[in-house]
């Protein structure tokens, strides 16, 4: 592993130099990374193809077109985003101007997984790179086309002192976690998590954890409830499910199971017809996923389903009938099973929700305003989009991250440059004029100096 620590090295040594760090360079960057993407496009949905069956839609904007729109917002916003910002100073502190001051942070590794392979390894580099940092990336060997991919496009765009790619399983991840970065950006499961976190505590290196859970999803007092249930077999079956924030179960009023399951059916036809051989929809990762969703389908009563097939990786959806100790509950699905559940009202679905980890994301559907200010503010979740599902991860202004056990840190927007930003806190004093009482000796003036702080505290 010695080619990784040399790499390492370089890196550490190109950002000593400043290099990275003026705002037309960190321009220039992005660019060349939206160029990337721009001029391979074909190639990357090919890739993402092979890997997960995406289509070109879904590829583009789940994936290449996310990317390339968040580096174009950076180079719009990056002048404002690195000058200082003013913020007040103490009457005590008088004469005194203070301000924040972002700067880069060094050497980073940002860490991907394999459901979004191109869009979760290239959307932390936009901050990485906007803030004035260097970046080893370590892709998901379980897309492999899109890891290949990524390792041959990369050298042509970026010197490897500025952006790598580091391909490989647990040995190479293992030894890149032994290096003494600046920053650690980790999308994945909770279990790894704590293994990035683990070795990143040896060097006191901040970590960014983007993780997942299951994601609850209400229905309750719904008018329009054929809309509702549009929008989230779209949001569950993009990418066939294997989204961390996709709606991870429903909960529904006692006697609405029936209704909804007619409507589920109704729509997955409308958008794929026969999903079997839908252009539109996905496949299965790899057979140990397959065989792991699979076994959450025994002995279950399935609602509505569209048939499996092993060799090909394909399994449709399913909507199940569940209860908390269905297997399906047990952990978060991340594929195209959704169970659902029915309670008496939505008190007792926001008990259940409150009894189980800190999901990543939460939605609630419903005409009620109480409805929906009881979930929000006693349902706690990395993110919540009301009477809709997972959109909100695509706006600029909305950071996106966990809570509790699906993850720490977020980004998208400013909060990607502020994540791999250092905020520097600065106070300039002048020499004209200054305050003796804070000076020794302080006999005598304990009971002033208690006055003074009571008139301007």
């Given at each position: 592993?010695?080619?990784?620590?040399?790499?390492?090295?370089k890196?550490?040594?190109f950002?000593?130099?400043?290099k990275?760090?003026?705002?037309?360079?960190?321009?220039?960057?992005?660019?060349?990374?939206?160029?990337?993407?721009?001029?391979?496009?074909?190639?990357?949905?090919?890739?993402?193809?092979?890997?997960?069956?995406?289509?070109?839609?879904?590829?583009?904007?789940?994936?290449?077109?996310?990317?390339?729109?968040e580096?174009?917002?950076?180079?719009?916003?990056?002048?404002?985003?690195?000058?200082?910002?003013?913020?007040?100073?103490?009457?005590?502190?008088?004469?005194?101007?203070?301000?924040?001051?972002?700067?880069?942070?060094?050497?980073?590794?940002?860490?991907?997984?394999?459901?979004?392979?191109?869009?979760?390894?290239?959307?932390?580099?936009?901050?990485?790179?906007?803030?004035?940092?260097?970046?080893?990336?370590?892709?998901?060997?379980?897309?492999?086309?899109?890891?290949?991919?990524?390792?041959?496009?990369?050298?042509?765009?970026?010197?490897?002192?500025?952006?790598?790619?580091?391909?490989?399983?647990?040995?190479?991840?293992t030894?890149?976690?032994?290096?003494?970065?600046?920053?650690?950006?980790?999308?994945?499961?909770?279990?790894?998590?704590?293994?990035?976190?683990?070795?990143?505590?040896k060097?006191?290196?901040?970590?960014t954890?983007e993780?997942?859970?299951?994601?609850?999803?209400?229905?309750?007092?719904?008018?329009?409830?054929?809309?509702?249930?549009?929008?989230?077999?779209?949001?569950?079956?993009?990418?066939?499910?294997?989204?961390?924030?996709?709606?991870?179960?429903?909960?529904?009023?006692?006697?609405?199971?029936?209704?909804?399951?007619?409507l589920?059916?109704k729509?997955?036809?409308e958008?794929?017809?026969?999903?079997?051989?839908?252009?539109?929809?996905?496949r299965?990762?790899?057979?140990?996923h397959?065989?792991?969703?699979?076994?959450?389908?025994?002995?279950?009563?399935?609602?509505?389903?569209?048939?499996?097939?092993s060799?090909?990786l394909?399994?449709?959806?399913?909507?199940?009938?569940?209860?908390?100790?269905?297997k399906?509950?047990?952990?978060?699905i991340?594929?195209?099973?959704?169970?659902?559940i029915?309670?008496?009202?939505?008190?007792?679905?926001?008990?259940?929700?409150?009894?189980k980890?800190?999901?990543?994301?939460?939605?609630?559907?419903?005409d009620?305003?109480?409805?929906?200010?009881?979930?929000?503010?006693?349902?706690?979740?990395?993110?919540?989009?009301?009477?809709?599902t997972?959109?909100?991860?695509?706006?600029?202004?909305?950071?996106?991250g966990?809570?509790?056990?699906?993850?720490?840190?977020?980004?998208?927007?400013?909060?990607?440059?502020?994540t791999?930003?250092h905020?520097?806190s600065?106070?300039?004093?002048?020499?004209?004029?200054?305050?003796?009482?804070?000076?020794?000796?302080?006999?005598?003036?304990?009971?002033?100096?208690?006055?003074?702080?009571?008139?301007?505290?």
């Amino acid at each position: 592993m010695q080619e990784i620590q040399t790499l390492f090295e370089k890196q550490k040594n190109f950002f000593l130099d400043g290099k990275t760090q003026p705002l037309e360079a960190r321009k220039e960057s992005l660019k060349r990374l939206i160029n990337m993407i721009e001029e391979n496009e074909a190639s990357i949905f090919k890739a993402l193809e092979s890997d997960l069956g995406k289509s070109n839609f879904e590829s583009f904007i789940g994936e290449t077109g996310y990317v390339a729109g968040e580096a174009r917002h950076a180079i719009k916003k990056l002048k404002k985003w690195m000058k200082k910002r003013r913020v007040s100073s103490p009457l005590l502190q008088f004469p005194a101007r203070s301000y924040i001051q972002a700067e880069p942070l060094g050497v980073t590794l940002i860490i991907s997984p394999w459901n979004y392979p191109f869009q979760l390894l290239f959307s932390p580099l936009v901050g990485a790179l906007a803030a004035g940092n260097t970046a080893i990336l370590k892709p998901s060997e379980v897309a492999p086309a899109t890891s290949k991919l990524a390792a041959e496009l990369v050298p042509k765009y970026f010197r490897e002192e500025q952006v790598a790619v580091v391909e490989g399983e647990v040995p190479e991840t293992t030894a890149l976690l032994k290096l003494n970065f600046d920053y650690i950006f980790y999308t994945g499961n909770e279990f790894v998590g704590k293994i990035v976190m683990e070795a990143a505590a040896k060097h006191l290196t901040p970590v960014t954890l983007e993780l997942g859970g299951k994601s609850p999803c209400g229905l309750f007092e719904v008018h329009n409830m054929e809309l509702a249930v549009r929008r989230i077999v779209w949001g569950k079956y993009f990418n066939s499910g294997q989204t961390c924030v996709a709606p991870d179960y429903l909960l529904v009023k006692k006697g609405k199971a029936s209704e909804v399951a007619g409507l589920f059916k109704k729509i997955v036809e409308e958008f794929y017809r026969d999903p079997s051989t839908s252009e539109d929809y996905g496949r299965i990762v790899n057979a140990r996923h397959f065989k792991r969703l699979d076994n959450m389908l025994v002995d279950e009563k399935l609602l509505v389903e569209y048939g499996k097939d092993s060799e090909k990786l394909f399994m449709g959806p399913v909507l199940l009938e569940a209860n908390e100790f269905s297997k399906s509950m047990e952990s978060e699905i991340f594929g195209p099973i959704l169970p659902i559940i029915e309670f008496e009202n939505i008190r007792e679905a926001i008990k259940f929700v409150r009894s189980k980890p800190k999901p990543l994301a939460s939605y609630i559907f419903s005409d009620s305003d109480n409805n929906i200010n009881d979930w929000r503010e006693l349902i706690s979740s990395g993110g919540l989009c009301i009477n809709d599902t997972i959109v909100h991860l695509s706006s600029e202004t909305l950071p996106f991250g966990g809570v509790g056990s699906s993850g720490m840190g977020s980004y998208h927007g400013q909060k990607s440059f502020d994540t791999f930003s250092h905020l520097k806190s600065i106070m300039k004093r002048y020499l004209f004029w200054d305050l003796p009482l804070r000076y020794p000796p302080y006999g005598g003036k304990l009971s002033l100096i208690r006055k003074i702080f009571r008139i301007f505290s």
